[in-house]
């Protein structure tokens, strides 16, 4: 009987030692948020310690102490092209906002050339016509494997070479003209009517979009397709087309010749259209093995099984391997398109006046070689975080949920 009892209560203690809550140091959750504590400090004791390392050494020094006053000073120098006015009396930030403005400028256009000629070439490549996928395939190894730098000075001296004398101007309709000057073309006069313009423009966008998800879920519920792109591309078109006529919110300032060049007018500097090719033609080479790649990871039983259907073969590339492609795509797409804005900073040895020129001459003409590479990193660093975050939550939208 005693020996029961003892059983029993050596049963109930061995019970009470197993339901207890084991020590903090073996719970794994626990290890882990103290892991990431002791990175953390790590890494902040780190930056401490070399921010401390190079204040002492700046209060050591001769120079002066970091500030950025600078920027209000007379710059004194000219931009070879800009999108907001600049002239010698402007100050160090004003251009230094200038080459900020050209940087994305000539970035976003040369991203936007670049997907679509990506996307044409990825599909290419994949052609069923043995000549078509050999021409992309050619196309992809000889840009992947030429030098971007030896691209852009390329097709600058190409432009050069072919381009007329300001006195041979090609012309169309007298108001466009094309020279070894650049590209001339009428600059907006912006009237107070814009932004009725502005708003028609709004309106068609968001009705288009409205119209786009109405389309989505009619054909989930029934199955019928409704004719998105040419309905949205008419509304897109026609509504701000007819508001413009209405209105007349822009007076256009035409080019007129000079003795040596043009005067008035909007000017792309043959520099720039040469950065915007490189840039373009170098990334859609990236963008197109990354369509391909991506095309290539979808089952090929669903091109099957679309195919049984009755669909067309566009559609079927449209509707059902494109957006199933999409997950695979997005994510080293993101990659190029902060390329793109990290590779404009060649753009200075075609004289293209891109962010990278200008605090190079900025710091030429203060010698603050410190606040200039802590303005051009903050730049990078800011576009760079904004485009990924940007095409991150893109990439939660189109990729797979699962249930």
């Known amino acids: 009987m005693a020996s029961a009892k003892t ?10 030692i197993s339901q207890s809550k084991p020590a903090f140091w073996r719970d794994e959750r626990v290890r882990g948020i103290i ?41 004194g120098f000219q931009l070879s092209f800009s999108i907001i006015d600049v002239t010698l009396d402007s100050q160090i930030g004003h ?5 900020m403005i050209n940087t994305l400028l000539a970035a976003a256009i040369a991203g936007f050339f670049a997907t679509i000629l990506g996307l044409l070439v990825g599909i290419a490549r994949l052609s069923k016509n043995w000549l078509v996928s050999r021409i992309a395939a050619t196309y992809i190894e000889i840009i992947r494997n030429i030098p971007l730098l030896l691209q852009l000075v390329f097709w600058f001296s190409a432009m050069i070479a072919m381009l007329p004398l300001v006195k041979e101007s090609f012309s169309i309709a007298d108001v466009i003209f094309l020279n070894k000057k650049g590209l001339f073309l009428p600059k907006p006069m912006f ?3 814009i932004i009725v313009f502005i708003l028609a423009v709004l309106f068609a966008i968001g009705l288009a979009l409205g119209i786009a998800r109405w389309a989505t879920k009619r054909q989930l519920d029934t199955g019928q397709q409704f004719p998105v792109i040419i309905v949205n591309t008419a509304l897109v078109i026609l509504l701000p087309l007819i508001t413009y006529i209405a209105v007349d919110p822009i007076i256009w300032e035409v080019p007129q010749q000079g003795g040596f060049n043009f005067k ?21 080479a990236y963008i197109a093995e990354i369509v391909r790649a991506g095309i290539i990871s979808v089952s090929h039983g669903q091109t099957e099984a679309s195919l049984a259907l009755g669909l067309k073969s566009s559609w079927t590339l449209r509707l059902v391997i494109l957006p199933q492609a999409l997950r695979v795509i997005i994510p080293p797409l993101i990659s190029q398109y902060l390329n793109v804005v990290k590779n404009s900073t060649l753009a200075g040895f075609i004289g293209y006046a891109d962010l990278f020129a200008v605090i190079g001459t900025s710091q030429n ?10 303005i051009l990193m903050g730049f990078y660093l800011a576009v760079s975080l904004i485009i990924s975050s940007i095409m991150n939550v893109y990439n939660k939208r189109a990729a797979l949920v699962e249930r």
């Not at 008035?264 to 170098?282: D, F, N, R």
């Open 7 to 16: 059983a029993a209560a050596a049963g109930a203690a061995a019970n009470t």
């Open 35 to 75: 892991a990431q504590i002791a990175v953390l400090l790590l890494l902040v004791a780190a930056f401490a310690f070399l921010i401390y390392n190079f204040l002492e050494k700046q209060s050591k020094a001769a120079g002066p102490a970091i500030s950025f006053d600078f920027l209000t000073n007379i710059a």
């Open 95 to 99: 251009m230094i906002l200038a080459g």
């Open 191 to 193: 009237e107070g009517s």
């Open 264 to 284: 008035g007018g909007l000017t792309v500097q043959p520099e720039m259209t040469a950065l915007i090719i490189g840039l373009s033609i170098s990334t859609s």
């Open 365 to 374: 003409q203060t010698g603050r070689a410190i606040e200039c590479i802590i």
